[in-house]
């Protein structure tokens, strides 16, 4: 059996087009143009790439866009007075803070102090705490485990009823997408096992595994003997295990084994080309999403 890919490539493609027939929509229905700010402080090259793949995506789509690039000496109350300006500002639906931020400035109290109406990529506690009571309380979901879920659905993956093993319990991946797992609902429903360091017989959770969702962050670390045949496999880990001198870029690889795992998967996400590309495409839902929910009354 050689497993059937899931393209992140081919769903990102597919998602923006849909994004961007909503932002027509909203905008000839309502006059409402949804706005995304960026906040960059200094001038990290990984950071200032990130943001800028932000702020194409979100220019292709229409996007009010504002790149909001600060010095890195910004103090920490400059920072927060900033925040709290965007947070005011009618224009703006979505609040973007760049991290890491510099060594002076407590990245936790600036996250807190976006408003978790304009929170659009879901690490705030009111979200978080939304997500976990899921169903209509849930304002925006995190973009990575998001755009696992859309993976997964969108792949004809059935979950309700499936034996579910995330691997990783990270605030941003593990326990999110195991929490929107086991919810009650479309793309939920599933039996969810979460597995970390501290877990025995790693292998033979996995191994019970319909869906096998790996966010560990160690290359190779899930073996092809750990996947039960036929099962859906995503791989999250983004791993640099060497650096291509004839392209200049480095050499990208996830948890799993991939060449051996994909001859017993069913179904597989590819590093880089899996993952990847959903996150940035959810973030774009999640300003459709807050622009949407400011229109309410
Ligand atoms: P993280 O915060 O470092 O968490 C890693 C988790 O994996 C921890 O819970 C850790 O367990 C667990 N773990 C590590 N080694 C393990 C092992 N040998 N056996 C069992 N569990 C193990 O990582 P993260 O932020 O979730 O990211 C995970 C990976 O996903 C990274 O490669 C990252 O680059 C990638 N990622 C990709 C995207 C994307 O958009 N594609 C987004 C986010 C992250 P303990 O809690 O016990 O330490």
């Given at each position: 059996m050689t497993a059937?890919?899931?393209?992140g490539t081919a769903l990102r493609a597919t998602m923006l087009a849909e994004l961007h027939d909503e932002v027509t929509t909203i905008r000839s229905r309502h006059g409402c143009v949804p706005g995304l700010v960026t906040i960059l402080v200094g001038?990290?090259?990984?950071?200032?790439?990130?943001?800028?793949?932000?702020?194409?995506?979100?220019?292709?789509l229409g996007f009010h866009e504002i790149q909001d690039n600060q010095p890195e000496d910004i103090t920490e109350a400059e920072l927060l007075a900033l925040i709290d300006r965007y947070n005011n500002d009618p224009s703006i639906h979505g609040i973007l803070v760049q991290?890491?931020?510099?060594?002076?400035?407590?990245?936790?109290?600036?996250?807190?102090?976006?408003?978790?109406e304009k929170d659009v990529d879901g690490f705030h506690p009111v979200n978080l705490g939304r997500l976990l009571i899921g169903g209509k309380a849930v304002n925006f979901l995190p973009c990575t485990p998001a755009g696992i879920q859309e993976l997964i659905v969108r792949s004809g993956t059935e979950t309700s009823g499936a034996e579910v093993v995330v691997v990783g319990r990270s605030n941003i991946v593990g326990k999110p997408i195991a929490v929107m797992?086991?919810?009650?609902?479309k793309g939920g429903n599933a039996t969810v096992t979460l597995v970390h360091t501290g877990s025995r017989e790693l292998g033979a959770h996995c191994r019970r595994a319909d869906?096998?969702?790996v966010a560990a962050g160690v290359p190779g670390l899930v073996k092809p003997d750990w996947i039960k045949p036929g099962a859906t496999v995503?791989?999250?880990?983004?791993n640099r295990v060497g650096f291509n001198e004839e392209t200049s870029k480095p050499i990208l690889s996830g948890d799993v084994d991939f060449e051996a795992a994909r001859q017993v998967a069913?179904?597989?996400?590819?590093?880089?080309?899996?993952?990847?590309?959903?996150?940035?495409?959810?973030?774009?839902k999640n300003t459709i999403r807050s622009a949407w929910l400011h229109l309410r009354p």
């Open positions: 059937e890919i899931i393209s001038s990290n090259p990984a950071s200032v790439s990130y943001v800028s793949l932000k702020i194409k995506t979100a220019n292709s991290l890491p931020l510099p060594r002076h400035i407590d990245a936790t109290k600036v996250l807190y102090a976006i408003s978790p797992m086991g919810q009650k609902g869906i096998l969702i995503i791989d999250v880990g983004v069913g179904k597989i996400t590819p590093v880089p080309g899996g993952v990847g590309p959903m996150t940035i495409t959810m973030l774009m």
